[in-house]
């Protein structure tokens, strides 16, 4: 299992990855679905320049994407927020992620979630805010599974805060 951060150089493993995923589902969005083969290098350089902070659209945040790899192929992604605005404590939070359809119930959700968690600690968060569709209990034991203590449960959207072990 490895966690490697978006790259401008990423291959098409990647592409059709995404394209797989579909559009987004329980509040997860995937902006790269539908997108051409030959968008995705665009596509790269937006989100790359996203997690450096270039050219932020006043409703955004930095953002670093992630990509879990299972020997050697590309099974999920996460998005990891450098810090939240108003709307993302309200949906959204630091964390989101997804699995490829063929690839869910192997673990790697609760794999993902938790080297997300290591990365936000790397960025000096000390807790993580995760929101999830009150129905969604696949995601819910993922985040519960990873020390995720719920705070409040408001139209159909739980808030869970994952508290960072530092040392």
Same mark, same amino acid.
């Given at each position: 299992?490895? $966690? ?5 150089? !990423?291959?098409?493993?990647?592409? #059709? ?20 083969? +030959?968008?995705? &290098?665009?596509?790269? &350089?937006?989100?790359?320049?996203? %997690? ?18 299972? !020997? ?10 450098? &810090? ?5 404590? #309200? &949906? ?9 359809? *063929? ?21 000096? $968060?000390? #807790?993580?805010?995760?929101?999830? !569709? #009150? *129905? ?11 020390? +995720?203590?719920? %705070? *409040?449960?408001? *139209? ?12």
């Amino acid at each position: 299992m490895e $966690l490697r951060s978006l790259k401008l150089t !990423d291959g098409y493993d990647i592409y #059709e990855m995404l394209q797989g995923i579909g559009p987004g589902e329980n509040g997860f969005v995937n902006s790269a679905y539908g997108i051409r083969r +030959g968008q995705f &290098r665009s596509y790269l &350089r937006q989100h790359w320049n996203i %997690s450096q902070g270039i050219n932020l659209m006043p409703q955004y945040v930095q953002q670093t994407i992630y990509w879990l790899y299972v !020997d050697g192929r590309p099974v999920g992604y996460g998005k990891l927020r450098h &810090r939240l605005n108003e709307a993302l404590l #309200e &949906r959204g939070g630091h964390i989101g992620y997804v699995i490829r359809l *063929d690839e869910r119930g192997k673990g790697y959700g609760t794999l993902l979630l938790r080297e997300l968690v290591r990365e936000a600690a790397g960025l000096g $968060l000390t #807790e993580v805010l995760l929101t999830v !569709d #009150e *129905d969604n209990l696949r995601s819910r034991r993922v985040i519960e599974g990873n020390e +995720g203590v719920l %705070s *409040d449960t408001k *139209d159909g959207i739980c808030k869970y805060w994952i508290t960072i072990k530092t040392g």
